[in-house]
């Protein structure tokens, strides 16, 4: 009689919620690699389709930016990608633990992606397959573990806000996790963003200007 009271007076809790860490992870990071490549595919045709004017711009940008790495010590370099990753990292933290950051969480990955997809696009407009070479081994490395890892940010983000979502608008708990353990799964996040900025220092190092010399 008792298990039933209990079970009577929270009829919810026992149940997996959107942010119970149950469900479909899988699924929900699926979709935002999804929009990660998609992001990527926009830029490059924004890139492509973008009038002479905007193209020589984005030429000029890129290229001061890529000498600037290319002068710059091993320290800087590994110190600003740490900064870029982390903003990102910060940022869908900060949107977890608000009842709107699912929004931010699905358009990370399409403007990452989108930035992307531009600097490869513009890479190749101006050097062609030389421009592929410098973004294979100078810009992919560093990009690859860092977007795996605001990846998996998001949909921690996502998973996490929905929970509170649904405790605002239900007025009861959906969510079993807590922000101590969200937060813990963030801090290990921290490592790929350090291995991610470690590729791209090595990278910068050893291949920056290979390509790209005219």
């Not at 079970?7 to 899988?26: A, L, M």
């Not at 004017?53 to 010590?73: A, H, P």
């Not at 709107?100 to 358009?107: R, S």
């Not at 969200?182 to 470690?198: G, N, P, Q």
């Amino acid at each position: 009689m008792e298990r039933i009271k209990k079970r009577i007076q929270s009829p919810i809790t026992d149940r997996p919620g959107p942010g119970s860490g149950t469900g479909h992870p899988n699924l929900l990071l699926t979709v935002l690699t999804t929009l990660f490549i998609t992001g990527i595919v926009i830029g490059a045709i924004c890139a492509r389709s973008a009038g002479n004017d905007v193209i020589e711009k984005l030429v000029q940008v890129i290229r001061n930016y890529m000498e600037i790495r290319s002068q710059q010590s091993m320290a800087v370099n590994f110190g600003n990608s740490f900064a870029m990753g982390m903003l990102c990292l910060i940022l869908l933290y900060l949107a977890g633990v608000t009842a709107w950051g699912a929004p931010v969480a699905l358009l990370m990955p399409v403007f990452k992606g989108m930035g992307y997809g531009i600097v490869c696009g513009t890479l190749y407009a101006d050097y062609a397959a030389r421009g592929f070479g410098y973004a294979a081994l100078v810009i992919l490395p560093g990009t690859l573990i860092s977007t795996l890892a605001i990846l998996i940010a998001a949909k921690e983000c996502a998973r996490f806000s929905c929970g509170i979502f649904t405790e605002i608008c239900l007025s009861r708990s959906s969510r079993r996790d807590s922000v101590k353990n969200y937060s813990i799964r963030f801090l290990l996040l921290v490592l790929f963003i350090l291995l991610s900025a470690a590729a791209d220092m090595m990278a910068i190092r050893l291949f920056s200007g290979v390509f790209l010399t005219k």
